[in-house]
């Protein structure tokens, strides 16, 4: 029986066992302001990390970075009414720009109130139509490709770290192009960004798709998603891809004059990633002991933990641990120099193991006096923790095998993570259920972490879809994607009999 | 007669010159949202080669980065009576979380009015000082070291793009300490870290040393600055370090348990830099044909523009520049790979050397059929522009001369551009006046764009400071710093009479 290093358990109480890793692997915290997170080193480390990463591959598809205002004037929202509708009730609003002493109190000066209202962004999309408005002018000026990195406000009522939070940091691609194919081309584009780099990066397979009419973003077309399956069944939209035609374009009144020398309005898409990427990653690859990184977003990917003594053998081991983390450094691990810690902190070396093991560190080498003198290390791979006695699994290995087998170790794991996952996805997508009943009693009987289930739909439209909704509603499911990939409908829709037009993706969703 | 690329000159009007400079290289624009710019990807890419390389300073010196809320409670602020003060008359106010229609237009809802109005953040000393009251209880815990890259706000009425906008971009460090020996230390290694940083990668020669009382940040017990000299004489605080002693641990209640168990205020200090910084580097290094970007902070090192035909030689000519601009990118100027662009953009070559040269690229390369014919390009740098007799100084040379040169070449433009604004202040400091009326005259008969004055002061506080600060600001005048390595002072205070006991520097300023 393995003594795991959380006091609670993914099968006890995911939701519990989801804010234990949070905590113990020191990744965030509350702020004291509402639905607002403090992002602790290790859990802003792993987003740096998804930055650097997901910003080359921004780049290298021909993007380039702006930044655009944290402020948009009301009237910029008026403009587009689904849009703003879409947002209206979760919105922050400036109205003041000043403060006074009153009865020994601060309150904003009645004195300094806003002509007009500034809204705290939700997403840029107003304030950067605004922007391409004026500098589109011509085909020439077309495609404009940009993206931004920031903080973006939602006032969610009931939020959960990383997952939920009136306060998020994201990326937000916006584009303008002449033509429909284009910008559709664009769109599948970044959605195929978005995809290899969950797979690829955060090792979290993920199902890109299309989304149904309902759960478009205010304003789109088409809205495109890649959703993973967590731990608990639940699914995770992790990244969204819009076309949004001439919804902004028309509402911001981006024109450009055609080559034939007409005036059009420009096809616009935009997408976003967030920090909820973390959450997934944490629901994803997360286990009882606590947190498991991919080696690819680890902040450090092997930790060496000298075992001191306060006697004078301390600083010949620590030169060794240096040599060691030295000789890490000049290697490559992914086209990067490997990322390793020499922690020096004034702490028993078992409670650092044991915290690096909680923070899922991939590689953890702790270095003992006899260690150093049989030229030895000891290795814990955080993917493979217990030996088969439910003993920790640390191994004594020479230092120059070590070093030769350390990228191999580090890619081993990478791979284990995604395989683990993508082997769970796969055996819980049922894809043979053929009518409502059938719909219902699996998610009745298919016990405490429900898969997802792909039906046949007939893709249903405006009051028809509602309803369907509604009824999946009362089942706490939801639409998740139809799947690029998915096999073509043979038969009916299971919500109205007709005949099928595509399948769709089914689950219970954070 | 040298025909220039911009439409004003420095001489003619300084302020002019400024902003067209920012126009024409494409680095900002206003957004339509009072006090807020949008910075396009020129002077972003530069924020993001700055935030690259101070962040990596600021790792290296051992802080983490973390991320703290936008959002502070009233409440917070409230506890710190002189922080408060320093900054109610500019603080953005959210009173509403909800917009809802009325009268065909957007309003706040009037029931969902915050219980407390958060302040979006002018600074973060509040509301990280509440989370390091969490992280610190023991001596064992400090020092806590940390870092955040954010947006910060400040209402500010008159503003000018990079230099004083409402919302702006920076990072601010914090950190506790058990002792104020070492929040001292941290605080002026922080500001060597500003110094060597802006010298090294910006080439902008500074000047570090103490504020005076009157030019403390709110709540601070000492703030130093590194200071800047400007191409029309007046100085930038280029980047601020602080220490804050128990300001804010005891507003914030940060308490550890010494070693010898009794509880004890912790010491903090914060410092920052932000997008101002380019707002300097355009004064120190722009000039009548536009910007000169340092090499270690351009985002493109080298542009290659093939001057292409529209016929079948086209292919050939991209080819031979392909082959260039991956032989550039095998190589490393300042430890980094060269980043050299490809520029394909369906314009002129003309029009885009001009547009580069605008942009202050320091090595623009261009390539005719001719050129390929013999193994060559042309080179233009953009240090060294004109011929003396006053056309444009591009250069035939060998290709894989051109190859082997040009790490040499991107350091020597570094080396002038710092070596000229270095000349310049130093040219410009003058260090002989002895009493007011020196000054006075010095200022009425320097011209247009005066030096700094370095004087003798007494060091005077309070009441007799602020007269002090009155009689320079008649004369438009302000403290800037008391320089690091001043030679000490051995006569009288110009400002009191009294024995002088340090050197201060006297400015217009930014």
Redesign the interface.
Known sequence: MIKHALNVTREANFAEWYQTVITEADMA?E???RG??????WG??I??RIQRLLDDRIKATGH???????????SY??KEAEH?DGF??????????????KDG????DPEAKLEE????RPTSET?IG??FS?WVQSW?DLPVL?NQW??V?R?EMRTRMFLRT??F?WQEGHTAHASVEEAREETMKMLEVYRSFAEECVAMPVIAGEKPENERFPGAVSTYSIEAMMQDGKALQAGTSHFLGTTFSSAQDIKFQNSEGQLELAQTTSWGMSTRMIGGLIMTHGDDDGLRVPPRVAPWQVVIVPMLRDNDEDAALIDYCKGIQQELARQYAFGEPVRALLDLR??KAVTKRWGWIKKGAPLVVEVGGRDMAGGNVSVTVRTDLYKEDGKLNSAIVARDAFLAEAIGRLEAVQKALYDEAKARTDANIVRDIADFAGLESYFEGAGKFPGWVEVEWARPSGAELDKVVERLKALKLTFRNVPNDAAPATGTCIFTGAPAVERILVARAY
Chains 1, 2 share one sequence.
């Not at 607002?36 to 080193?41: D, G, K, N, T, Y």
């Not at 979760?90 to 720009?97: C, D, G, N």
């Not at 109190?105 to 904003?108: D, F, L």
């Open positions: 915290e702020s004291g302001v607002c997170m403090v992002i602790r080193p802003y480390g987003w740096e380039e970075n702006c930044y655009f205002p944290l402020f948009i004037p009301l929202f008026e703003v209206a009730k979760e919105m922050a609003v400036v109205t003041h720009h000043r403060l006074i002493h109190k601060m309150i904003p209202p500034l809204v705290v304030v605004a922007a004026r020439r940009i920031a903080n406000v006032w009136a306060e940091l004034a702490a």
